[in-house]
């Protein structure tokens, strides 16, 4: 099984191969009961032991990391193990220390991971591990969600592996809003998202534009009348409306299975909506048309956007639900919009 020390690094099979003492005539000296573990919020691998060998000596500490099958091999310092002196082992039951995966910065590759203790008579590798303990270790319970997962294969092997996702993908999707939750919304809004995803993490850029032409007029209505009409002048509103729309919005992914990802953005949005009136002289001819802009359901300012993401193959799914008003003037209306698009992982 395979390991990730770092969910932007590669993988990493671990292998441990124990080199202890060979059996004397009045004492055995060896290394037991070894255990391997993963802490994930610091991202350290966990080793426990015993060593049984005589009280009143030291023993030097080897841990290397070699590139399976047969590359460099790098060793393990001190500056990288916690909770052990390297220098300073005494024999005893129930020994512990961790390694810091992330501070070794290791690069993408297979690697296994050798320990042996200096000072032991007659050092050979010794390929029998107890791994009852280890296969009853909860951390097995699920493997792809950044969880350890340790299972016994060979008494020769110790396995475990920390699964992150492999997905690494760009995409970019081409949507429509179909539905206008917050209000009138006569012009369909069409979007465009382009994004990468890395493993857990993804960034994305979504551009949101309705294509209509937005009229030029300097009168301003308030759902029931027009506050800055002339005077000497009529008008009455017609059944016509339209309406303007743009948004661009940066957004985070944050993947929960390795095809569905949560996204959460924040950027800058638009929308003016227009109402269609009939101008008429003081003696009620009609005169023309034109339009007011509705400054009730206009708005501009911050936006949010919270969806998700559906990987399924090539294919590429997208759907959100944006929010434009979070300062909102008083008596004006925020406006709301769900979208969905769909396109391709390349």
């Known amino acids: 099984m395979k390991f990730q020390s770092n969910p932007l690094i590669g993988r990493f099979l671990i292998i441990i191969f124990l080199a202890v003492g060979g059996i004397q005539p009045t ?28 009280d009143n000596q030291s023993y030097i500490l080897n841990v290397y990391l070699n590139a399976f099958p047969m590359g460099p091999r790098k060793q393990v310092l001190q500056a990288n193990i916690y909770g052990i002196k390297i ?21 993408a590759h297979e690697y296994e991971m050798e320990i042996s203790f200096q000072g032991l008579k007659n050092p050979k590798p010794i390929r029998k591990v107890d791994t009852t303990s280890i296969a009853k270790n909860e951390l097995a319970k699920n493997n792809k969600e950044n969880k350890l997962a340790m299972i016994p ?8 592996s920390l699964e992150d996702f492999e997905t690494e993908t760009k ?24 994004g990468v995803i ?43 409306s339209t309406s303007s729309r743009m948004a661009i919005i940066p957004s985070f992914l944050f993947g929960i299975k390795e095809y569905l990802y949560l996204r ?9 909506v227009y109402w269609g009136i009939d101008q008429y002289d003081n003696k009620w001819n009609k005169t023309g048309e034109s339009w007011a802009k ?53």
């Open 264 to 272: 959460a953005g924040i950027g800058y949005g638009t929308r003016n």
């Open 27 to 54: 004492f055995a000296q060896e290394i037991s009961n070894i255990q391997v573990g993963y802490v994930g919020e610091l991202n350290r691998l966990e080793v426990y032991f015993d060593l049984d060998a005589p």
């Open 87 to 107: 220098t300073e082992v005494k024999a005893g039951f129930g020994q512990y220390f961790q390694i810091d995966l992330k501070s070794l910065k290791l690069p």
């Open 198 to 240: 890395k493993h857990r993490i993804g960034y994305a850029l979504n551009l949101k534009y309705a294509i209509s032409n937005s009229p030029s007029t300097n009168l301003e209505s308030t759902n029931t009348d027009i506050s800055n009409y002339p005077v000497n002048a009529f008008y009455r509103y017609n059944s016509q």
């Open 171 to 194: 995409f970019i999707t081409v949507g429509l809003n179909p539905i206008d939750i917050g209000g009138q919304q006569s012009s369909k809004t069409f979007g465009i998202q382009a």
């Open 294 to 346: 509705n400054s009730i359901l206009s708005q501009n300012g911050i936006e949010l956007e919270t969806g998700f993401n559906l990987l399924i193959r090539r294919f590429h799914l997208a759907v959100g639900i944006n929010y434009l008003g979070v300062f909102k003037a008083q008596g004006s209306k925020a406006f709301t919009d769900a979208w969905a698009g769909i396109g391709i992982n390349f």
């Open 153 to 160: 294969k060979e008494f020769s092997k110790i396995q475990f």
